[in-house]
C-alpha cells in the first residue's frame, strides 16, 4: 500500500494568481499521476510526473497552465498557474502500487476555489 | 463511446435491500479492474478487485464478464453507511504501460 500526504487541503484564491499543490509518499514510486475532478464528474488524468524528466502532460492540460515538479521520488508538485475560476475543482494525486495489476492510492485531495 | 462507462444514478434504495451496479469498458485488452468508493469531499479508496472468477467481500460481491466486457458491484443488505459513489476503474493497456481509467461514478443514497 502507500500513504499520500497531500496539501492544502483546500484554498480560495483570486483570480489571476497561482496556487502550488503538494503531494508526499510513503514510499519510493517511480511515477505520481495528477487528477482534477470537477463536481459531480469522474477523474480526468491531467499529468503523468515522472522523477528526472519532464511531466507528460494529458490532452488539453499544458505545462505552461499547470507545471509540475519532481524533485525525488516521494515528492512531487502541481501547480495551478493564473487561475480562473473555471479551475475551480478538486486536485487530487496518485501513485499506483503493484506489478501486474497496479492499484491506485490517492491523496486526500484539494479542494480549490477560485473567485 | 466513453472507455468506460457506467450509470450515474442516483439510486435510492432502503435499508436492507440489494442493489447492483454495472460498468462497461471499451477495451477488450483491459486487464484489472477495480470498484472504488468515494465519500462526499473525500478522495476515492478501494473497495474491492474484480477477478475473473468473481469475487466477495462479505456484502460485497464483484464479478467479471470478459466476453460481454462488463463488471458488476452487487451489495447486499445495505446500509446507511453504504452511501457513496462507486467508481469503476479499469486498468488498459496503453503505449506500454497500463493505463488508469475511471467511470463517472454511480451515487447510491441508502435510505432509512
Known amino acids: 500500500s502507500a500513504v499520500i500526504s497531500q496539501k492544502p487541503s483546500r484554498d480560495i484564491c483570486q483570480r489571476g494568481t497561482s496556487l502550488t499543490i503538494q503531494c508526499q509518499v510513503d514510499s519510493q514510486v517511480t511515477m505520481m499521476f495528477w487528477y482534477r475532478q470537477q463536481p459531480g464528474q469522474s477523474l480526468t488524468l491531467i499529468a503523468t510526473?515522472?522523477?528526472?524528466?519532464?511531466?507528460?502532460?494529458e490532452s488539453g492540460f499544458v505545462i505552461d497552465k499547470f507545471p509540475i515538479s519532481r524533485p525525488n521520488l516521494t515528492f512531487s508538485t502541481l501547480t495551478v498557474s493564473n487561475m480562473s475560476p473555471e479551475d475551480s475543482s478538486i486536485y487530487l494525486c496518485?501513485?499506483?502500487?503493484?506489478?501486474?495489476?497496479?492499484?491506485?492510492?490517492f491523496g486526500q485531495g484539494t479542494r480549490l476555489t477560485v473567485v | 463511446r466513453k472507455e468506460v462507462e457506467q450509470d450515474p444514478g442516483p439510486f435510492n434504495v432502503p435499508e436492507g435491500a440489494t442493489v447492483a451496479f454495472n460498468c462497461t469498458y471499451s477495451n477488450s485488452a483491459s486487464q484489472s479492474f477495480f470498484w472504488y468508493r468515494q465519500d462526499c469531499r473525500k478522495e476515492p479508496k478501494l473497495l474491492m478487485s474484480?477477478?475473473?472468477s468473481g469475487n466477495e467481500d462479505g456484502r460485497f460481491t464483484a464479478q467479471l464478464n470478459r466476453a460481454s466486457q462488463y463488471i458488476s458491484l452487487l451489495i447486499r443488505d445495505s446500509k446507511l453507511s453504504d452511501s457513496a459513489t462507486y467508481l469503476c476503474?479499469?486498468?488498459?493497456?496503453?503505449?506500454?504501460?497500463?493505463?488508469?481509467?475511471f467511470g463517472t461514478g454511480t451515487k447510491l443514497q441508502v435510505i432509512p
Open positions: 496518485s501513485v499506483r502500487v503493484g506489478g501486474r495489476n497496479p492499484e491506485a492510492f
Open positions: 474484480v477477478y475473473s
Open positions: 510526473a515522472n522523477q528526472g524528466s519532464e511531466a507528460t502532460y
Open positions: 476503474v479499469v486498468n488498459m493497456p496503453s503505449g506500454g504501460y497500463q493505463k488508469v481509467t
